[in-house]
């Protein structure tokens, strides 16, 4: 079936930098949009970043400038990169794909997670 595994996060300190990958995998016929979202506990869970197949971007007002999303289409991946990164983006982070699967249709998947932790 189909999975999206994250990895990347990690530690890291005050106006560091950390690259998060998320690769979809599995019975995929094709990927709409995809998307960072990020989690603090006892929150609800927001986007961060947004990509469509297309490419076009948007992003949280709280992490322009600072982050950004792209994807390669043929590897069935997404990435972010972040940079200059604050307290405040601690936080787990999710990657989510719209997309058709060829077993069940059209539906949102979810990756495991992925605790980034600025160290201040």
């Known amino acids: 079936q189909v999975q999206l595994v994250e990895s990347g996060g990690g530690l890291v300190q005050p106006g560091g930098s950390l690259r998060l990958s998320c690769a979809a995998s599995g019975s995929i016929f094709s990927i709409y949009t995809m998307g960072w979202y990020r989690q603090a506990t006892g929150k609800q869970r927001e986007l961060v970043a947004g990509i469509a197949s297309g490419c076009t971007e948007n992003y949280a007002d709280s992490v322009k400038g600072r982050f950004a999303i792209t994807r390669d289409n043929a590897k069935n991946t997404m990435y972010l990169q972040m940079n200059s990164l604050e307290p405040e983006d601690t936080d787990v982070y999710y990657c989510?794909?719209?997309?058709?699967?060829?077993?069940?249709?059209?539906?949102?998947?979810w990756g495991q997670g992925n605790q980034v932790t600025d160290s201040a």
């Open positions: 989510k794909a719209h997309l058709h699967s060829n077993n069940n249709g059209l539906n949102n998947y």
